[in-house]
């Protein structure tokens, strides 16, 4: 078999939007295959490195658990418990694991950190989430959307709550995808769209107040007050975020069929209400288990390229 060229998933606007027309084809043929407990492991003898310097669930079981059910194996390395943490340089780790396995994926802190990993690994590598991005996320968020409800495209999606990774996505997305992103943050919390690294201002709109915000969105989502690495400032933002919470009266103002998203794990009462995160409008757990059969797909492209089955 022919291996595909090197690539790297370090940022969502790192593949074209025909490419994740083909990851979300993929993704419903793979899940299919897990639901009809039919047989799928094209990745037999290749290996995951997964490198957590974050704390993770979801992350983890659904990659581990993914590698596995395709044929594969997975190591799985923390900063305490490896090198990582004990100051070898970041460029001697990518050498070193890369030479080693066939793919790496990496929750880290900066950014930078992933890049210069990538900069010298042979092998792909998967961001898992980093303080500016959440690609992986997205792409589970996305292929949800379109399970429920078709194609994202000219659809107005909310963003109710920190400027973060989650945020950050989102911005890219939009811009590739052509949706609208109507964002609403404390003040001092605000999106940079320099970070998110996107271009064109069409994609999103800003608001002060969230109630306006989610106005006819058909899609309502937010995040944790405080992102992990961002624990000191809890109490500050515990304040500054009062106001953000979804719910009830929040999703009355979207699409009377608006879903609703969090990537979890969630604080009922803080960002969200347990009346809306349990109610029949969210989509969470469909969310959640999605980040198995994209990443799936996302590792079957890495690996194989396109794939007909
Ligand atoms: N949503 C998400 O990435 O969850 P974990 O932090 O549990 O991996
Ligand atoms: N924004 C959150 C997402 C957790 C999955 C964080 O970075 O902690």
């Known amino acids: 078999m022919q291996k595909p060229p090197l690539r790297h998933y370090l940022q969502f606007k790192d593949f074209t939007a025909a490419e994740y027309a083909e990851v979300f084809h ?11 407990y039919e047989k799928y492991q094209p990745l037999v003898d290749r290996t995951l490195a997964m ?19 395709m044929g594969g194996s997975v190591v799985h390395l923390t900063t305490g418990d490896s090198q990582l943490g ?26 930078d950190k992933i890049e210069r990993f990538a900069a010298h690994s042979r092998v792909p590598v998967i961001n898992g989430l980093t303080n500016e991005f959440h690609p992986c996320q997205i792409l589970a968020d996305l292929f949800t959307f379109i399970e429920h409800r078709g194609s994202i495209q000219g659809k107005v999606v909310a963003w109710v709550g920190d400027g973060n990774n989650m945020a950050n996505t989102w ?16 003040s ?28 006819g969105a058909h899609l309502v989502t937010t995040d944790v007050w405080t992102s992990m690495g961002y624990e000191a400032e809890n109490e500050a933002r515990l304040s ?32 969200v209400s347990a009346e809306v995160i349990d109610g029949p409008q969210s989509v969470v757990w469909d969310e959640a288990e999605n980040r198995m ?5 996302l590792m079957e492209f890495l690996l194989l390229g396109s794939v007909k089955n």
């Open 86 to 111: 004990r100051a070898e340089p970041i460029e001697d780790s990518a050498k070193v694991i890369s030479r080693m396995v066939d793919l790496v994926m990496i929750r880290t802190f900066g950014q």
């Open 26 to 36: 993929r993704a419903e043929v793979i899940k299919n295959k897990f639901k009809s």
């Open 171 to 186: 911005l890219q997305a939009a811009e590739l995808l052509g949706f609208t992103v109507h964002v609403s943050t404390p």
């Open 240 to 271: 500054a975020f009062a106001k953000w919470c979804v719910n009830s009266e929040m999703m009355a103002q979207a699409q009377p069929n608006a879903l609703f998203m969090h990537c979890l794990p969630a604080h009922r009462g803080e960002e």
């Open 188 to 215: 001092g919390y605000e999106i940079d769209p320099s970070i998110a690294g996107i271009q064109n201002t069409h994609c999103y709109r800003v608001f002060k107040d969230p109630l306006e915000a989610c106005a």
């Open 293 to 297: 059969h994209v990443q799936k797909a």
């Open 51 to 69: 490198i957590f310097e974050k704390a993770s669930t979801r992350t983890r079981v659904s990659f581990e658990a993914g590698m596995y059910q």
